[in-house]
């Protein structure tokens, strides 16, 4: 993960549960490791981030570069038809004494989020932005990438991908 915050979390939680997890902040642009392994997953549309389709291909690249020839690769994004189509352009929420404020766009074939965090009288603004990336677009990273995709579905149950589905989840082996 690149939020050293989140990072932290992560290991406070792993070790109350007694768990001992290799936890790194790094850019997926960059290798981790030189081991090799059978598998490799990118979940929960941790991906699409950069704003350039050459970035994105490093990203890929460099996620796969420990795969084993025939390893296998998984893939879980978001479907842009579905994000369109169900955009929420602004939503507001309180959690306790906390005001939540977002509001969504889309532009330049992102989606992109403004999030306010308003606490009395101090406020935190975040921005996120993720390219609405289709299967063709990942077919074509994928085949540069060296890489064949098996099946595609649309939810974590196995359901076809449809443009309501709700994810779009690749699966996919290293050719060489």
Do not use: C
Not at 15 to 36: C, H, N, S, V, W
Not at 156 to 174: D, H, V
């Amino acid at each position: 993960d690149l939020s050293a915050r989140s990072i932290q979390q992560a290991i406070t939680r792993a070790e109350e549960a007694g768990l001992t997890i290799d936890f790194r902040r790094a850019d997926m642009r960059i290798p981790l490791t030189d081991k090799i392994f059978d598998g490799v997953l990118n979940l929960f549309t941790a991906f699409g981030y950069f704003e350039s389709m050459e970035d994105n291909q490093i990203a890929i690249d460099s996620m796969i570069s420990p795969l084993k020839a025939g390893g296998f690769f998984v893939q879980d994004f978001l479907n842009a038809d579905k994000v369109i189509s169900d955009l929420v352009p602004q939503d507001y929420r309180e959690i306790g004494n906390a005001h939540v404020s977002q509001k969504r766009w889309i532009e330049n074939n992102r989606i992109r989020k403004e999030i306010v965090f308003s606490y009395g009288d101090q406020s935190h603004t975040f921005n996120e932005s993720v390219a609405l990336l289709r299967q063709e677009d990942f077919e074509e990273m994928y085949k540069k990438a060296g890489l064949e995709i098996t099946h595609i579905v649309g939810s974590y149950l196995g359901e076809p991908l449809t443009p309501a589905s709700n994810r779009m989840i690749l699966f996919s082996k290293k050719l060489a």
